[in-house]
């Protein structure tokens, strides 16, 4: 799924990355990597997130949080509250 896709409070694993290639590679200096946790913390109607990676808050548009796709973490444990 899509990481607008996902629900507030949940904690999801990255599972790739596509964007353009800039802004593919500054991601992934921020720590957006594949099996990487990242915990959604708000979105809007418009597309765009927030979410956590690493300790570090980021916001992305719909064009960047369409190209992260992630899945639900298992087990219990997986929403950060």
Do not use: C, W
């Amino acid at each position: 799924m899509k990481l607008r896709e996902g629900e507030i409070g949940h904690t999801y694993l990255v599972q790739k990355v596509e964007v353009d290639d800039t802004i593919t590679r500054r991601l992934e200096a921020l720590g957006v990597n594949e099996m990487t946790p990242v915990t959604l913390l708000n979105k809007k109607g418009s597309g765009s997130v927030i979410f956590k990676v690493r300790g570090t808050r980021l916001a992305v548009g719909q064009r960047i949080s369409d190209g992260i796709e992630v899945k639900e973490m298992e087990g219990p444990g997986h929403a950060e509250r």
